[in-house]
């Protein structure tokens, strides 16, 4: 080990002056945000279910609405699951907003957890949301490992395991770290340098206060860090959507469950045309344009058309513009709206 206190394990893991120094960076760096001004479980919760898998600055506004709507587990939990949605609507994996209200109604059942591994009991709280509530927000010395942590403790330890080991590693090495005062404050820095200085591309090594703690910046292999697993192969996937209009009414239908988006509202969606003309029946269809949207490795392409109908089918749910507002609809569907908008001009123009 050399002076820096470097390592084979990362020289932050021996050296006391390297968890200072990242402590008292994140004092003077942290970003201004509204899940940091409390202590509040419940709004941590909040705060971590949505910035899994999505960006702070994404977040912040649907944040900010939601607690405004549902300022406490309880209010959550009394909550219908269509006005959640419709609340969630756009930050996409809608998948986080069901289980935080099963989660809310478990809480409102049987009392907010007191450490992470209670937290863990409760629906759709895995181990990383678990331990961020509980270090956040109870001050308990647990670790937190999130994509950011494992690219800063790739970093920093020189680890080139790929993903499954390397986030094994990492939780380890988070656990030997983590600090017994301000342990929310230590993971949160962690995943904040990670966020915010040591990118995934284009790593700011010299804004770093950690950098002489760092194998692969000693040896110049900052970029190669972690190393990537080969990305699934990306699946093509084709739809026709048809907006069925009918006396200034659109039809909808609600999503199957075990589907993507389940629960929520569509336009009618098949992979034939000719199955559409089943659900929806006759009328003059009106060629709007394509529109693409990625869903994890999955690139769907729809083909989306207007169709005026001769009846409205029974098939379908039919709301006025204003109650389609309301309704949760995945992106892709609104985007298929407003290509019908931008095609059609008025929707009802010519009715
Ligand atoms: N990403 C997810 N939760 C975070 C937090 N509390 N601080 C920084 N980055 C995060």
């Not at 959640?84 to 099963?102: I, V």
């Not at 929310?184 to 790593?203: H, I, K, S, W, Y």
């Not at 659109?250 to 045309?273: C, D, K, S, T």
Request: with cysteine.
């Amino acid at each position: 080990m050399d002076d820096a206190g470097r390592s084979d394990q990362g020289g932050l893991h021996t050296s006391h002056r390297g968890i200072t120094a990242l402590l008292a960076w994140y004092g003077s760096n942290k970003r201004d945000l509204p899940w940091r001004l409390t202590r509040d479980p419940y709004a941590i919760w909040v705060s971590e279910a949505m910035l899994q898998q999505t960006q702070v600055a994404t977040v912040l506004p649907y944040y900010l609405r939601w607690m405004a709507r549902f300022p406490t587990v309880c209010s959550l939990a009394g909550a219908d699951e269509q006005e959640a949605l419709a609340l969630w609507q756009g930050l996409g994996y809608y998948r986080r907003c069901r289980m935080l209200l099963s989660g809310a109604r478990y809480v409102a059942l049987h009392g907010l957890p007191g450490s992470a591994l209670e937290w863990e009991r409760v629906p759709g709280v895995g181990r990383y949301t678990a331990c961020a509530i509980s270090s956040i927000a109870l001050g308990e010395r647990v670790p937190v490992v999130d994509g950011n942590v494992e690219r800063v403790f790739a970093r920093l330890t020189g680890c080139f395991d790929l993903k499954p080991v390397l986030n094994k590693k990492a939780w380890e090495w988070a656990a030997s770290l983590v600090p017994a005062d301000r342990p929310g404050d230590f993971n949160q820095a962690l995943m904040e340098l990670g966020a915010t200085v040591c990118r995934p591309l284009n790593p700011d090594c010299s804004l770093c206060q950690v950098s002489s703690y760092c194998k692969a910046y000693e040896v110049g292999r900052v970029a190669e860090l972690p190393v990537r697993s080969p990305s699934p192969q990306t699946v093509p996937l084709s739809y026709h959507v048809w907006i069925p209009v009918c006396d200034g009414l659109y039809g909808v239908r609600q999503i199957p469950e075990g589907e993507w988006w389940e629960n929520m509202w569509e336009f009618p969606r098949a992979v034939l045309e000719s199955d559409l003309k089943e659900i929806v029946g006759e009328g003059e269809v009106l060629a709007c344009g394509g529109l693409r949207h990625s869903v994890t490795h999955h690139r769907i392409t729809l083909t989306v058309s207007r169709i005026q109908c001769v009846v409205k089918s029974s098939d379908l749910k039919w709301v006025t513009e204003e109650e389609l507002l309301q309704l949760p609809m995945p992106s892709p569907q609104r985007k298929a709206l407003a290509l019908v908008r931008k095609a059609a001009g008025s929707l009802f123009a010519g009715i």
